[in-house]
C-alpha cells in the first residue's frame, strides 16, 4: 500500500507560479513510477505530467509542456509540479498517482494508487 498526500494548491493569478508536492508513505517509493493528474469542474480527470522511478524519464500533456515540470526526490519520497506561467484554465482539483513499474505512464489504469487532491485556482 502507498499512501500519497498532496499538497501546495492555491489561489494565483494568471501568470502566476505554484509548486505541488505530494508527499508518499508506505511501501517504497522508489519502485513507483509517478504522475499527475487534474479535474476541472465538468469535465474528466486528464493526464497532465509524469516520471519515471528514478526520475530520468518525463512526459507531459501537451497543454502544460514548457510551462509545468515533473520532478522527484526519492530520499524524501516526494514528487513534485512546477507551475509556471498558470492560465485560468488550468484551474482543476490536482491528483498525484503511484504507478508500479519502472515506466513513466500516461494513462489512469497504469495507476494503482491515487491522493484526495489538491484545488488549483488561476484567476484572469
Known amino acids: 500500500q502507498v499512501q500519497l498526500v498532496e499538497s501546495g494548491g492555491g489561489l494565483v493569478q494568471a501568470g502566476g507560479s505554484l509548486r505541488l508536492s505530494c508527499a508518499a508513505s508506505?511501501?517504497?517509493?522508489?519502485?513507483?513510477?509517478m504522475g499527475w493528474f487534474r479535474q476541472a469542474p465538468g469535465k474528466e480527470r486528464e493526464f497532465v505530467a509524469a516520471v519515471s522511478w528514478n526520475g530520468g524519464y518525463t512526459v507531459y500533456a501537451d497543454s502544460v509542456k514548457g510551462r509545468f515540470t515533473i520532478s522527484r526526490d526519492n530520499a524524501k519520497n516526494t514528487v513534485y509540479l512546477q507551475m509556471n506561467s498558470l492560465k485560468p484554465e488550468d484551474t482543476a482539483v490536482y491528483y498525484c498517482?503511484?504507478?508500479?513499474?519502472?515506466?513513466?505512464?500516461?494513462?489512469?489504469?497504469?495507476?494503482?494508487?491515487w491522493g484526495q487532491g489538491t484545488q488549483v485556482t488561476v484567476s484572469s
Open positions: 508506505g511501501r517504497t517509493f522508489s519502485s513507483y513510477a
Open positions: 498517482a503511484a504507478g508500479d513499474g519502472t515506466g513513466y505512464y500516461t494513462r489512469q489504469g497504469s495507476y494503482d494508487y
